[in-house]
């Protein structure tokens, strides 16, 4: 089993910033992806960012140059910065890690609310 943690939600204005973080612990798989998901009311959850422990990114087209997602192995730990936040990136965001090529098998955080409002 895997346990993630998520940390860092809050209330921003829009064009400031956050920074999401979350950690993994247990069983953690050598080889990863570990992805950050986002859930508005009404809406479906979808990717915003996910790293492979490798490094290799990918993003939103909706995030992409305003969103950055890191990575730390030694940790298990993955991060978004998030950067010229927008109202419509209100969201609940969602941590997740799966083992590299193993789209099954999924784990989930709790979630942390972000919410971009002035």
């Known amino acids: 089993q895997v346990q993630l943690v998520e940390s860092g939600g809050g209330l921003v204005q829009p064009g400031g910033s956050l920074r999401l973080a979350c950690a993994a612990s247990?069983?953690?798989?050598?080889?990863?992806?570990m992805g950050w998901y986002r859930q508005a009311p009404g809406k479906q959850r979808e990717l915003v960012a996910d790293?492979?422990?490798?490094?290799?990114?990918n993003y939103a087209d909706s995030v992409k140059g305003r969103f950055t997602i890191s990575n730390d192995n030694a940790k298990y730990t993955v991060a978004l910065q998030m950067n010229s936040l927008k109202p419509e990136d209100t969201a609940v965001y969602y941590c997740?890690?799966?083992?590299?090529?193993?789209?099954?098998?999924?784990?989930w955080g709790q979630g942390t609310q972000v919410t971009v409002s002035s």
């Open positions: 790293i492979t422990s490798g490094g290799r990114t």
């Open positions: 997740n890690v799966r083992r590299l090529g193993d789209r099954a098998n999924v784990y």
């Open positions: 247990g069983s953690i798989f050598r080889l990863y992806v």
